[in-house]
Structure formats: structure tokens, C-alpha cells
């Protein structure tokens, strides 16, 4: 690097917090720290012009969980670690709209349907459990009534019954983060991009060519952070997405899901955005690695074409997103040496989750 005097103190000097990566939960955890303590020097590095994981290539959906997901979950996890999940999706849903204004992130709430398959027993025991999950989301979170059973006129190729979510939405990812960006600069988090980590460790974080010393870091970098933290229990995904050409007579309007959440698809700009599937082709989506693959965008192409437009599509856009799994849906949390602290794995709901969790890393920052 190239620095002049006053860039050097401005980014490099006494900096109380170094934390890495500008996505959701990067900059949430900036926020939130800088809220607590406005007089803690805090520096965020992203590798990347934009935050390259999932945070601004995620589908815009705002949500907290369908009931076949609900029910998947129930066979292997307790009732009240599933009460626990809702509770954290929800609050922070709430957060984020405290950080970003609805308007500020183009937030439309327009409901969320989760159509069925026709001959899928499992999913249409959904229809028949639909008060007992009502009755779940209730004692989490306190929605009354949130998912009705309704007719499905989409199409016939799925079940003629429905269910809808009234409390369920969609944003822009773009001007949900750049919103998170303007609210951390203005609280006077410095932020410093196109800066490639190599390696961090209690004190020190690590760049190509000099060291940052820090007493206290923060890596935040999800589905990639085993890359610095390899013994962390995470697997990385990738995620597809595609948007369709220009439609006319588009038939979506609501947010639609399908089996249990890992396919989705809704209506932007008259096109259709289509994403997920990664359950149907694990071996090859488990990876850090950026890209499209041919059969799981011709499992989307025919499913866009066979059950909601019924005519052949083009995608005109195709992206992906590196997501954070493990083997229990719980983010992690902790301080993983003297100083060093993670808040990753946030199991495809980082929209839900990752302003809750920055807040959480930030108050054990500072404890």
C-alpha cells in the first residue's frame, strides 16, 4: 500500500476493534459497538469493492420460516430450540428495520406463499397442522393467526391448496446494505475495501503486505470464514439465483416458497427471480467457490417454464451467493481465542438473523 501519513492514522493507528467483512452482520456488529461506545475506533476491511459473500446476493426475501420447514425441524429439534430459532429470526427482522428504515430498503410487504406438492404426503400433513404452527409462531413471537389456508391459483401442477404468511416481505439487498454503510460511516465506523485478509489471529490480523494490530477482532465473513478459521464447525454453500427476461402478464404477486424454503421465486421489475434447489445437488453446491451449473439451472429453467409461466423463459441475470451451514441451524457466536471473536453460520437467513447477530457478537466484544 501506498499511504500518506494521515491515511496511515486514519485507517491503520489504535484502532479498539478490527472487524472482518462488510456484510450484514460485519457492519451490524460496527453499529451496534459504535452505538455502545461512540468513543471506540473501529475499522471494518472488506476484500471486495461490494461485501462479496451473500449480503447483497441473497433473493430480498424477508422472512422467518415456512411451516414445511417447520415441520422438517421438528423431527430433529426440540420445541423450544425451534420457539428459541423463531424468536431470533423475528427480533432480528426487527432490528434491521431499526437500523434501515422500510423505505430506505424498498420493503414491500406482500406476503409470503408456500405452495405444495401434489402427491407429497409430508407436505400435505402441512395443510391439516397448519393451527398447530400457528399456535408456535404465536407463543414465539406473538403473531396471531400468521399462516391461512388458501385456494392456489398459480398453477396445476402444484396442490390446489395453499398456505399464505400475511407477515412476510421482500427488500433490495443493495439498498438495504449500502443504508447499513451510510449508518455506520455516520456513526464514524471506518470502512476500508478492496483488502485481502490472509491469515488473523489473537492481536493481529494479517494483509498482503503489513500487519493490523487490534486488541479486540471480529470475523464476520460467514460461508468463508474457514478460510481463516478453519477449525470452525462450517460448511460453506453456494447459492444460485436467476431473474428472467421482461414478462408479460406475470402471474406472481406474492413471495412463493417451495419445499421447505430451499426453492423460491417472486415477482421484480416484471420478471420472475428464481433461487435455491441447493438441497437437490449438495455434493456440487457444497463449496466456496462462485459460479452457475447447468443441471441446477435447468432444474430452475423447467420449473419457471413447466409450473408458472407454462412457455419457455431466458434468464438475463444469473449470480451466487456463499452461504453459511452447520449441523444445527444456530449461528455462531463466541470467542474463539484472547480477542478474537466470530459471528458466522447463519443458515440462508441472513436478512433474518444478521443484525441480531452483530448485535450479540458486539455486546461480547465489549463485555
Keep these: 500500500m501506498n499511504l500518506s501519513y494521515w491515511e496511515e ?9 478490527v472487524v472482518i467483512g462488510a456484510g450484514i452482520v ?59 430459532l423463531l424468536k431470533m429470526r423475528w427480533a432480528g427482522l426487527k432490528l434491521l428495520q431499526s437500523n434501515v428504515t422500510l423505505e430506505d430498503m424498498s420493503y ?11 402427491d407429497d404426503v409430508s407436505q400435505i400433513t402441512a395443510l391439516n397442522d397448519i393451527n398447530k404452527y400457528n399456535e408456535m409462531v404465536s407463543d414465539a413471537i406473538g403473531l396471531k393467526d400468521c399462516f391461512s389456508i388458501v385456494d392456489q391459483y398459480l398453477s396445476d401442477s402444484f396442490h390446489s391448496k395453499a398456505i399464505y404468511n400475511q407477515y412476510e416481505g421482500e427488500l433490495n439487498p443493495m439498498h438495504m446494505m449500502s443504508s447499513l454503510e451510510r449508518k455506520a460511516l455516520k456513526l464514524g465506523v471506518n470502512i476500508l475495501n ?15 503486505t503489513r500487519e493490523i494490530e487490534s486488541p479486540k477482532i471480529a470475523v464476520c465473513t460467514n460461508g468463508l470464514s474457514r478460510v481463516l478459521l478453519p477449525q470452525l464447525a462450517l460448511q ?14 406475470n402471474p406472481l404477486q406474492s ?24 438441497n437437490l445437488y449438495s455434493e456440487q453446491e457444497n463449496t466456496d467457490q462462485f459460479g452457475q451449473t447447468d443441471n441446477l439451472k435447468a432444474y430452475l429453467k423447467s420449473f419457471v417454464e413447466e409450473r408458472i409461466t407454462k412457455r ?31 459471528g458466522v453460520r447463519l443458515g440462508g437467513m441472513g436478512v433474518a438473523i444478521g443484525c441480531g447477530v452483530g448485535q450479540s457478537l458486539a455486546e461480547m466484544v465489549l463485555s
Design 194 to 208: 478492496g483488502v485481502d485478509v490472509q491469515s488473523v489471529y489473537s492481536g493481529v490480523v494479517n494483509l498482503v
Design 312 to 342: 419457455p423463459i431466458q434468464f438475463e441475470y444469473e449470480w451466487s451467493g456463499i452461504l453459511g451451514v452447520g449441523e444445527t441451524k444456530e449461528p455462531i457466536i463466541e470467542e474463539v481465542d484472547k480477542g478474537l471473536y466470530v
Design 108 to 118: 414491500r410487504s406482500r406476503g409470503g406463499v408456500e405452495v405444495l406438492e401434489v
Design 236 to 249: 460453506a454453500v453456494r447459492n444460485q439465483v436467476f431473474v428472467t427476461e421482461l414478462l408479460v402478464n
Design 26 to 84: 460485519g457492519l451490524s456488529t460496527a453499529i451496534a459497538v459504535k452505538k455502545f461506545r461512540p468513543d471506540l475506533k473501529v475499522l471494518v476491511l472488506e476484500r471486495s469493492t461490494i461485501p462479496s459473500g451473500a449480503s447483497t446476493k441473497n433473493a430480498g426475501f424477508a422472512c422467518f420460516g415456512s411451516v414445511t420447514e417447520l415441520i422438517s425441524d421438528s423431527v430433529h429439534m426440540k420445541y423450544e430450540d425451534q420457539i428459541a
Design 255 to 278: 413471495c412463493y416458497h417451495f419445499d421447505q424454503g430451499y426453492v423460491y421465486f417472486r415477482e421484480i421489475d416484471n420478471r420472475i427471480l428464481i433461487g435455491g434447489a441447493r
Design 9 to 17: 492514522k486514519y485507517y491503520f493507528e489504535d484502532n479498539d476493534l
